[in-house]
């Protein structure tokens, strides 16, 4: 069974930086797409970053140059570095997880492709 275990959020000024961390464990696929959404009070679950299935990095417009995604496979560790934050990255961030099987494909950006979640970690960000 797969299971997402994240931690780093909390609170900072406009400005600040925050490295979130996601804990893997269960993975029996070869390929997975791996990532992070957040949602904010009374929107939707939004996409911020994911690594595909074979280890490209896609981003969001707007976290674009600040946020950097990374994987350190000997840990089975998924990374969110936030630079920059703004108070508009506020939001309850989320990792992610859908395994793809034997052979690598697609990662979709919605996140109703993805069966995986971890319990979320909050971001607040101040001006």
């Known amino acids: 069974q797969v299971q997402l275990v994240e931690s780093g959020g909390g609170s900072v000024q406009a400005g600040g930086s925050l490295r979130l961390s996601c804990a893997t464990s269960g993975f029996t696929s070869l390929y997975n797409c791996m990532g992070w959404f957040r949602q904010a009070p009374g929107k939707e679950r939004d996409f911020v970053s994911i690594?595909?299935?074979?280890?490209?990095?896609i981003y969001a417009d707007s976290v674009k140059g600040r946020f950097t995604i990374s994987q350190d496979n000997a840990k089975n560790t998924l990374y969110l570095q936030m630079n920059s934050l703004k108070p508009e990255d506020t939001a309850m961030y989320y990792c992610a997880a859908q395994p793809q099987g034997n052979y690598p494909g697609i990662c979709s950006l919605s996140a109703n492709a993805y069966n995986y979640w971890g319990q979320g970690t909050q971001v607040t960000v101040s001006s």
């Open positions: 690594v595909n299935s074979i280890g490209m990095p």
